[in-house]
């Protein structure tokens, strides 16, 4: 659960006052702000595919180190809005940012900061927390590039410090955490030592088969989907009876969420299945049904759900 698992000869001192704080992760759609967050907490609490705006709604990973407990807030991506759910999930990441003790600035350093970054970086002015940058994925950049791009970034907004790392393999990772858990303010811990996520089981559930039909169809499926647990029912047997439903904006796409004798369908559950009933330690019996419900999208009872305001 912990970034570094606290051995014999490294235990926190239990006289050091304990620390804790919220860190809100803030960038652009796929700068990998998900990753990090499953990196840092060491278990996968939020959903990460290679789409972008994969995070809709607002989730926390906890994570412990020494005697810090952080809190992430993971906010979906920040981009120019269209329609009526982008506008509730950027007006939700701006809202997570202001909440925060800190900032995480993410940028994708393989992309730079043309676009979506950009327009990031300048709105930053309004956000009035400590602000640190985090340049991602340079495994895939060259430190010349990372370099000038730390400078373009300082040059946007004013940040207390600049890390960089790969939130894919780990690398710079435990310098970032040791940082946080130094500079987070001194006060007792906000959830219990075990817990790793207060997103409900429900929710996580949901977006585990959301992730599932995406990996499976992303050319095919774009973001008409949503996915919501119906009804979750405990054995006697320690088992987990557990039904979702797809909910699709038109019958062609209920056809291929199907598939060829319900093929595709099949196989998003059973990798959802396995994936659920990992983090539960649970058996788990999946089912799932497609429904076509046109105009999802403007519907306030499908964003309470997903647990996003609905924008007027
Ligand atoms: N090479 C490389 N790829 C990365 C790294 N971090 C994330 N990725 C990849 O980038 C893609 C997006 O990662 P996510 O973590 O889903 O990004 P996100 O910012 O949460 O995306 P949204 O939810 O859309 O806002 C995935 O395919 C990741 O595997 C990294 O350090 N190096």
Known sequence: MTDTPETEDHQPDPQTPTRSGFVTLIGAPNAG??????????????????????????????????????VFIDTPGIFAPKRRLDRAMVSSAWGGAKDGDLVLVMIDAERGIKGDAEALLDALADVHQPKILVLNKIDQVKRETLL??????????????????????????????????RTLPEGPWYYPEDQISDLPMRQLAAEITREKLYLRLHQELPYASHVETERWEEKKDGSVRIEQVIYVERDSQKKIVLGHKGETIKAIGQAARKEISEILEQNVHLFLFVKVRSNWGNDPERYREIGLEFPQ
């Open 33 to 70: 702000k998900s990753t990090l967050m499953n990196q840092l907490v060491g278990a996968k609490v939020s959903i990460v595919s290679h789409k972008v705006q994969t995070t809709r709604a607002i989730v926390r990973g906890i994570a412990i180190h020494e005697r810090t407990q952080v």
């Open 148 to 181: 000038a791009l730390t400078a373009a970034c300082n040059e946007k907004a004013r940040f207390s410090e600049t890390f960089m790392i790969s939130a894919l393999n780990g690398s710079g990772c435990t310098d970032l955490m040791d940082y946080l858990a």
